[in-house]
């Protein structure tokens, strides 16, 4: 097994960090975050138009800060009705410092009178290691649904109370952590990586 035995994740956000802390529970690494004393953390842009790009510059940007193998992820929701926006833009789709609610506001405002059936999505993620002595893995995965006209649930982030997963009737955020790490693109694209990782 080629783990590393640090690995920084390179994000600020707490949602995320405590969604891939339970996804990557049983990961055979020391975990570093933004949340560690005594680490100078670089603030990283996500520039591009692709999620790759995007996880590989922060898991990149971290690893050489730190000095350690950083682990990056880029995701967001593609809608058929909309040719797949917002994409790689969804943590901004209603402006560069929109919350959670207004990117979902924004997003049901946009699908407003559009029939069930065309409200077809999938939630994208990417998963990026970068090692400090150069060298990379890229993993990806989704999870396809619905988008549906009420908000319901209240757990997760994002837009997760109005995405219902493929062959469900309850919004990811009525999901428990277990089921929704189960089957959602975050949990795929990890549990992949962790595979890259042990194959090395």
């Known amino acids: 097994m080629s783990f590393p035995a640090r690995l920084a994740v390179a994000s600020k956000n707490a949602h995320k960090l405590r969604e891939i802390a339970r996804i990557c529970a049983d990961w055979p690494v020391e975990w570093v975050t933004v949340e560690h004393p005594g680490v100078d953390w670089p603030d990283v842009d996500e520039p591009f138009e692709t999620y790759a790009e995007n996880a590989l510059a922060k898991a990149r940007e971290v690893a050489a800060a730190l000095g350690m193998s950083a682990i990056a992820d880029d995701s967001g929701i593609e809608v058929d009705a909309l040719g797949g926006a917002p ?65 319901r649930g209240a757990g997760g982030f994002g837009y997760d109370p109005a995405f219902v997963p493929l062959g469900e009737t309850r919004t990811m955020a009525e999901l428990t952590d277990t089921e929704k790490d189960a089957i959602s693109h975050r949990g795929r694209a990890f549990r992949a990586m962790r595979e890259r990782l042990t194959e090395r």
Do not use: M, Q, W
């Open 87 to 151: 994409g790689p833009r969804s943590a901004r789709f209603a402006g560069e410092n929109a919350t959670d609610a207004e990117n979902l506001a924004k997003l049901l405002a946009d699908l407003a009178g559009i029939a069930p059936k065309e409200r077809t999505a999938r939630y994208r993620c990417v998963v990026a290691v970068a090692f400090p002595g150069g060298g990379t893995l890229v993993t990806d995965a989704t999870c396809a649904g619905t988008i549906v006209d009420e908000v």
